[in-house]
């Protein structure tokens, strides 16, 4: 008997092959527990270093480029493992390549332009209004 995604795509399909050059079926990727809570717990311990090195002042760059450094690699864990990235196709992982380096672009402009009217903006005296 012909599992219910086998009829679905045939019917998507008009009846024709659906073209796929191999016949195995994608199983689910099981990961096991002890990876999932390993994963959770260097999510947890990395939220925790991100507020720990708010109490830092490093500067007003470098405090955005740490934390949005932590950011990337919280990312990376959950894409990866939760979105199951590493045991996928290398296509999907260079898709995401591709997204992420784009990504990092926009954010390295945006701190180049924070950069620049940032100074400005904390010499600025703040008078009450009355």
């Known amino acids: 008997m012909r599992s219910t995604p086998s009829i679905y795509r045939e019917q998507i399909a008009g009846g024709h092959k659906t073209g796929h050059l191999h016949h195995e079926e994608h199983g689910p990727h099981v990961v096991p527990p002890l990876v999932l809570l390993t994963v959770f717990a260097v999510l947890m311990l990395l939220t ?3 507020v720990a090195v708010t109490q830092i002042d490093f500067g ?3 405090n955005l480029i740490v934390a949005l450094a932590i950011a990337v690699v919280k990312a990376f864990l959950v894409i990866a493992y ?3 990235l590493r045991y996928d196709s290398i296509f999907y992982t ?3 390549g591709i997204c992420i380096v784009f990504i990092g672009v926009f954010i390295i402009t ?3 332009d924070s950069g620049t009217y940032a100074p400005l903006l ?3 005296p703040v008078t009450p209004a009355s």
């Open 110 to 112: 945006t701190c180049l």
């Open 82 to 84: 939760f979105m199951h």
């Open 122 to 124: 904390q010499k600025t």
């Open 94 to 96: 260079a898709i995401v």
């Open 48 to 50: 925790i270093l991100t």
């Open 60 to 62: 007003y760059q470098a």
